[in-house]
């Protein structure tokens, strides 16, 4: 449109030229035969060259003024046409806002007076976009048009990503006079297809995907792995809902979950279920969406392999435990039989050869009990007898029990905090082989007459043992490694003091799978103190989750 | 004497099991190979007290104890079963088909008898 102003200017002012010049060529023809002055070749020539020049200067100047006038028609009347369909804006040379339409007001939030004359910076939503503003700004200086994806940000520092348009504006002078930009709302039609990425991947999941409507109980989607085990298709399921499946138990079981969902105003649940036969770890979120109807998100995690696989290892151990505990009870009994002279007299030396057999088979056997728990551990079958315990009477009732330990090893072993009741949740006989552990291995590594402290603090939602001793200390590069199984210690005679090698390494487990946590702190030639911590209350899944973590 | 009936397929356990008894002279044993053994031998024959072996090739110690618990003189006669340390619930499920209690192996032969004394005692 402009070229052709310019085109119609032009041929005007050609017109303008020839008529000019044909009128100076007439007016200086007659002044010349008219006029007899003595000034008439003045007369003659000096309008003629103001008919030539002055007429198409003049018209040139008076079309030129026109075509602005024109361009500078309120921009208001051209945006009333674009107003209805897309969000329109112009700034000014100054980078300023100049003119808004009505589109800009319902996709932003802001009111015309609220950005009228403000930098249009205030509009983008972030530096990444003002940055991009300053590029699209240097090819619209020259004259380029601009086209792509901004991101701008709503009154309510939302993001209102946008389709744009952007043309430059010169002023008559040629001078940069600012841009309009025209711009399509993008962000309902990423949102479509950010939830169509989403259900193609919903699709290639192997875990069973429903999503069902929370009152009419519809479903509102399967994916690809539920159609297959239904034997529906996209058209078929569309019209199905919970109580069209053939197994009125699981239904009953998802169903009720779903209304305590509803009913406690949880978001999440977890359960068990068998449902046409297949195992499942079944997890329910409910979907709440303002304007939206509530709908249930159900995944299904098939587990057939799992306790499968669970069972196998169940049917291992107990073979191996078998296996390794018969032989070794022939071997136990007949030398504790011999031992106890039920077959008569021994020699001194026989007597003595035979201790040493009997003892280290009692150290086969807390390998073995070891190396079970720990197989136990990883498997995932470790029970816990979870009960209300008082554990300063535990700790109290270890002590005593280990007062051989006191007197072999000539030891001060001092209680602390366990003058008052300390209860909790957890499992007595596993936190007893703990700190029974503990305790023997302060015996072992103290020197006689040292002492030894047992520590209860209660922390609140948490009870605190430990145990400290006046011993060598952990070497500083060994310290990293003291909860790994077999962890040799350098100038650490594991026989001679006794041990297995795997009790930290078992006692982590236990504190990890009772839902506590476990450690040490040790200096050399200072001492030792080994501590656990376990929580109060019931730990249900927590610990159920850290024993799957633990396990591996 | 306690009349007591020992289910164990290891010939070497049995032996030490018999000598550990024999020495308190408090014990009169019956020894069974195995399951289907002790089935027989109990047909005429009521001990005070069962030492059953878990895992036994054929019948097992808790499958030949259900068939023993089927018979009228054996309903009420105490069992005790030799395992490997069980868990809790394994051994809440011994207890609820009718076992009275259960010794670890390796059992420590010097203290069989009082264990087995403290059981029925308790039973």
């Not at chain 1, 051209?78 to 369909?85: A, Y």
């Not at chain 1, 806002?97 to 205030?122: I, R």
């Not at chain 1, 590029?135 to 709503?154: C, N, P, V, Y």
């Not at chain 1, 040629?174 to 169509?196: C, F, H, K, P, Y």
């Amino acid at each position: 449109m402009m070229s052709k102003t310019i085109q119609n200017i032009e041929l005007k002012s050609r017109v303008a030229l020839l008529s000019g010049t044909s009128m100076a060529a007439t007016w200086y023809f007659i002044a010349k035969n008219i006029v007899t002055a003595p000034y008439a070749e003045l007369a003659a020539v000096l309008p003629a060259i103001g008919f030539a020049a002055l007429l198409p200067t003049v018209v040139m100047l008076r079309e030129s003024k026109r075509a602005v006038r024109a361009s500078r028609q309120p921009l208001s009347q051209r945006l009333e046409v674009l107003s209805k369909h897309v969000i329109v804006n112009v700034v000014d040379n100054k980078h300023c806002l100049a003119e808004v339409n009505e589109e800009f007001e319902k996709a932003t939030g802001y009111t015309q007076e609220e950005v009228l004359g403000k930098p249009v910076s205030m509009i983008y939503f972030d530096n990444h976009a003002r940055k991009d503003a300053d590029e699209i700004r240097t090819g619209l200086m020259q004259g380029k048009t601009w086209q792509g994806e901004t991101a701008l940000r709503r009154k309510d520092g939302t993001l209102l990503l946008t389709h744009t348009t952007v043309i430059p504006l010169f002023n008559a002078d040629g001078s940069w006079g600012g841009s309009i930009s025209a711009r399509t709302d993008m962000t309902r039609v990423n949102q479509l297809m950010a939830e169509q990425e989403t259900v193609e991947s919903l699709d290639e999941l192997r875990d069973d995907i429903w999503i069902v409507d929370a009152e009419s109980e519809r479903f509102s989607y399967l994916n690809r792995a539920a159609m297959a085990r239904f034997g529906w298709d996209i058209e078929t399921y569309k019209e199905k809902s919970l109580g069209d499946l053939a197994d009125g138990e699981a239904v009953q079981m998802i169903a009720e979950a779903c209304r305590r969902l509803e009913d406690t105003g949880e978001t999440l649940t977890h359960f068990q279920l068998t449902l046409l036969g297949v195992p499942f770890d079944a997890s329910i979120k409910f979907l709440k969406v303002a304007n939206k109807k509530n709908r249930f998100l159900i995944m299904l995690n098939d587990i057939s392999a799992r306790l499968e696989d669970e069972s196998r290892k169940s049917e291992f151990i107990s073979m191996v435990s078998h296996e390794l505990r018969s032989p070794l009870t022939s071997i136990k009994g007949s030398m504790g039989l011999l031992l106890s002279k039920a077959a008569g007299d021994i020699p001194e030396k026989a007597l003595a050869l035979l201790e040493i057999a009997h003892r280290n088979a009692d150290r086969l056997v807390l390998i073995i009990n070891d190396i079970l728990d720990l197989e136990k551990i990883s498997a995932g079958q470790m029970e816990f007898d979870l009960q209300d315990v008082d554990l300063s009477e535990l700790v109290e009732e270890t002590n005593r029990a280990n007062a051989m330990l006191r007197q072999r090893f000539a030891l001060d072993i001092r209680l602390e905090g366990t003058d008052r009741p300390l209860h909790l949740q957890t499992d007595p006989n596993r936190v007893i082989q703990v700190l029974t552990n503990f305790l023997s291995n302060a015996c072992k590594f103290s020197q006689p007459n040292s002492r030894i402290d047992i520590k209860v603090d209660d922390l609140g939602p948490d009870i605190r043992v430990a145990v400290r001793d006046e011993g060598p200390g952990i070497p500083a590069k060994d310290q990293h490694k003291i909860f790994e199984r077999f962890a040799d210690l350098e100038n650490s005679d594991r026989t001679a003091k006794g041990g297995t090698g795997l009790g930290l390494s078992i006692c982590k487990a236990i504190i990890e799978g009772l839902g506590g946590t476990i450690g040490f702190e040790s200096q050399e030639g200072v001492g030792t103190t080994f501590f656990f911590i376990l929580p109060k209350g019931h730990f249900a899944r927590d610990a159920q989750e850290t024993l799957m973590r633990v396990a591996s | 004497m306690i009349k007591l009936l020992h289910v164990e397929d290891d010939a070497d356990i049995r032996e030490i099991a018999q000598m550990s008894l024999d020495m308190t002279g408090e014990f009169e044993v019956v020894q069974c190979e195995s399951g289907e053994d002790a089935l027989r031998q109990v047909q005429d024959y009521t001990p005070d007290v069962m030492l059953l072996d878990m895992m036994m090739p054929g019948m097992t110690g808790r499958q030949t104890l259900e068939k023993m618990r089927e018979m009228p003189h054996l309903q009420e006669v105490p069992a005790i079963f030799m395992t490997a340390r069980a868990q809790q619930s394994e051994q809440d499920e011994l207890r609820e088909i009718g076992a009275s209690d259960v010794i670890s192996k390796p059992f420590d032969p010097m203290s069989l008898a009082d264990q087995i004394k403290q059981i029925i005692g308790k039973a």
